[in-house]
T-cell receptor, first 113, second 111 residues
Framework: ETGVTQTPRHLVMGMTNKKSLKCEQH?????MYWYKQSAKKPLELMFV???????ENNSVPSRFSPECPNSSHLFLHLHTLQPEDSALYLC????????????FGEGSRLTVL | TQLLEQSPQFLSIQEGENLTVYCNSS?????LQWYRQEPGEGPVLLVT?????EVKKLKRLTFQFGDARKDSSLHITAAQPGDTGLYLC???????????FGGGTRLMVKP
């Protein structure tokens, strides 16, 4: 138990569907991240939120839309995805220490048909 | 862009063997972290090293940060099947805001 909870753990969706991934952290951190993890690729940073404000958008296609209503919750809204978007999507919160350790959720495994 | 290269990418060994995983960069990092990710889970922080030349031990795992803070190594003594997983290194910038992740080393320890 890392203090970061992601739902759903598994999601299968068609290319025309709209779905959302949810992340909640109980660690009192102020920064939250979305990462994409594909097979045989390094972790790809997608979005960073600090104090509910988006501070990083790593050239992510607009079919991925993040939302951060407060420092404890982070969403990733998905629409008209492509099969190549199938991956493990990881949410993380960052400690307030200068070394910036990340605490990850267990991930949401997404399959786009 | 700061890049971190990990080697080897894959490692399959027998229980009881020793191994070393490397994490190299041409960039200087203010700190470096090691994570382990087991199948079906998210990465979990193992250790953070901050000072050049620093050595930290976590049971059978020994982590070292290079003197110039550009590289790091993870040495596992007498590996066990429970050590199986993906080992990721990540370097932090001066503000600790951004982490650059290496490509990972996938370790399998056979009983």
């Amino acid at each position: 138990e890392t203090g970061v909870t992601q739902t759903p753990r598994h999601l299968v969706m068609g290319m025309t569907n709209k779905k959302s991934l949810k992340c909640e952290q109980h660690l009192g951190h102020n920064a939250m991240y979305w990462y994409k993890q594909s097979a045989k690729k390094p972790l790809e940073l997608m979005f960073v939120y600090n104090f509910k404000e988006q501070t990083e958008n790593n050239s992510v296609p607009s079919r991925f839309s993040p939302e951060c209503p407060n420092s404890s919750h982070l969403f990733l809204h998905l629409h008209t995805l492509q099969p190549e978007d199938s991956a493990l999507y990881l949410c993380a919160s960052r400690s307030g220490r200068l070394t910036g350790e990340l605490f990850f959720g267990e991930g949401s495994r997404l399959t786009v048909l | 862009t700061q890049l971190l290269e990990q080697s080897p990418q894959f490692l399959s060994i027998q229980e009881g063997e020793n191994l070393t995983v490397y994490c190299n960069s041409s960039s200087v990092f203010s700190s470096l972290q090691w994570y382990r990710q087991e199948p079906g889970e998210g990465p979990v922080l193992l250790v953070t090293v901050v000072t050049g030349g620093e050595v930290k031990k976590l049971k059978r795992l020994t982590f070292q940060f290079g003197d110039a803070r550009k590289d790091s190594s993870l040495h596992i003594t007498a590996a066990q099947p429970g050590d199986t997983g993906l080992y990721l290194c990540a370097g932090a910038d001066n503000a600790g805001n951004m982490l650059t992740f290496g490509g990972g080393t996938r370790l399998m320890v056979k009983p």
